[in-house]
């Protein structure tokens, strides 16, 4: 999962008149490196030759193959993981059922939720929906606020989902994303390998920016913004020479134990408050 960066979902509505397969190998010979089959409204079994088909094909092009939802199928096929929702099996069963190897995906929409999953041991987390989406209507936007946050907080890997096109995946990025889902931007667009591959430029686009900035990011540090190369905590009052001084650090709203110091992650755009106590008495 850390490797990938294009993750493409079915969806059968938005390709009328071309084959599942034909479309989903379109998308895999223009980058595609994880793939999903999801199918809500097709019969169980109809699900499972499409399981069969998709398993081959994915292994053909050495991608990880997901099933949504269905954990009775995802064994059946062979297929590497599933991916669940908040309302699906929860994620303890789900392990016990599929065994510490196999992916194990949950769909998040709230910070808490996050959290929860990577306390419960799952692979990677999805982020959204982002912006408002046909695929899933009536769901509310979490917005790229959300994904904000799960870049800072959530040492998981996240996909961002939910709404992402190629005009407003930059927003996405800037956002802190590095993976990124999407089912009809992809599968219903006119030729799902150009869509991808112009996915994954912008994807490397802003792999690039982070390269150039260096290992910095920029934090604000008591209301002052500081290029540092601090990625916890720890470094961070390390860098500043304030070991050793008695302090109450709060990142991001949040105050962070003296003894999680090392292990609290710092992101580009981080906030700190540094309240240092000077003198005794
Ligand atoms: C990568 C990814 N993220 C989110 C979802 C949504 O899953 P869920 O919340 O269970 O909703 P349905 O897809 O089942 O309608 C997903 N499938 N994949
Ligand atoms: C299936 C799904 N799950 C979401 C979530 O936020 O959990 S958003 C979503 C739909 C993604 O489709 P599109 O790229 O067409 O918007
Ligand atoms: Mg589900």
Request: charged residues 25%; proline residues 4%; hydrophobic residues 40%.
């Amino acid at each position: 999962m850390d490797d990938c960066r294009l993750y493409v979902i079915t969806g059968e509505n938005y390709h009328p008149g071309r084959s599942l397969l034909d479309v989903m190998e379109r998308a895999l010979i223009g980058g595609a490196d994880i793939l999903q089959l999801r199918a809500k409204e097709t019969p169980k079994r109809e699900v499972l030759a499409q399981a069969y088909a998709l398993r081959e094909l994915t292994q053909r092009y050495g991608v990880p193959f997901i099933i949504n939802d269905h954990i009775d199928i995802a064994l059946a096929v062979g297929a590497d993981g599933v991916h669940l929702g908040q309302d699906d099996l929860p994620l303890a069963e789900a392990r016990r059922i599929l065994g510490p190897d196999k992916i194990i995906g949950i769909s998040t929409h709230h910070i808490d939720q996050a959290l929860d999953a990577e306390r419960g041991g799952a692979d990677y987390i999805g982020v959204g929906p982002v912006y408002p989406t046909g695929t899933k209507p009536g769901r509310k936007a979490v917005t790229t606020d959300y994904v904000r946050e799960a870049a800072q907080r959530v040492r998981l890997p996240f996909v961002a989902i939910g709404g992402i096109t190629l005009d407003n995946v930059d927003a996405v990025l800037e956002a802190g994303a590095v993976r990124i889902c999407a089912v009809s931007a992809i599968v219903g667009s006119e030729d799902p390998a150009e869509a991808c591959r112009t996915f994954l430029h912008h994807i490397r686009l802003k792999q690039m920016d982070h390269l150039i900035a260096g290992s910095t990011c920029t934090v604000c540090v008591n209301g002052r913004e500081e290029r540092t190369s601090a990625r916890t905590v720890l470094e961070l009052v390390e860098q500043l020479n304030l070991s050793g001084k008695r302090m109450v650090v709060e990142l991001n709203g949040e105050i962070v134990p003296h003894e999680r110091w090392g292990a609290a992650p710092i992101a580009d755009g981080a906030v700190l408050e540094l309240v240092h106590f000077v003198g005794g008495g």
